[in-house]
Nanobody
């Protein structure tokens, strides 16, 4: 059974940092790319990053570029999203998702991902 379990969310003040984790199981981890998405109340889901399956190359949405980084530890079947300089507009439920192979050019489109986690809440206070 494929499982993605996010953790690391919480309440943080603006300017602070959080590191989200996504632990995967039930498939061959290093064959899959991983994306991070978020959804704020009343807003559409937003793709923010993808890390490819092979060389760890990553892409980021403009909204988080320069503040967020993504990494993966294939030995631990875990993907991380390091979030720095957080802003109130970063408040959302954050999800990791995965698809076989590398990140594609439309990596921000959640419809292309096969499996999703349950999400973790991030709240940034002003």
């Amino acid at each position: 059974e494929v499982q993605l379990v996010e953790s690391g969310g919480g309440l943080v003040q603006a300017g602070g940092s959080l590191r989200l984790s996504c632990v995967a199981s039930g498939f061959t981890f290093d064959e899959y790319a991983f994306g991070w998405f978020r959804q704020a109340p009343g807003k559409e889901r937003e793709g923010i990053s993808c890390i490819t399956n092979s060389d760890g190359r990553a892409d980021f949405a403009d909204s988080v570029k320069g503040r967020f980084t993504i990494s993966r530890d294939n030995a631990k079947n875990t993907v991380y999203l390091q979030m720095n300089d957080l802003k109130p507009e970063d408040t959302a439920v954050y999800y990791c998702a995965t698809e076989w192979g590398p990140c594609h050019t439309n990596y921000l489109d959640g419809r292309r991902y096969d499996y999703w986690g349950q999400g973790t809440q991030v709240t940034v206070s002003s």
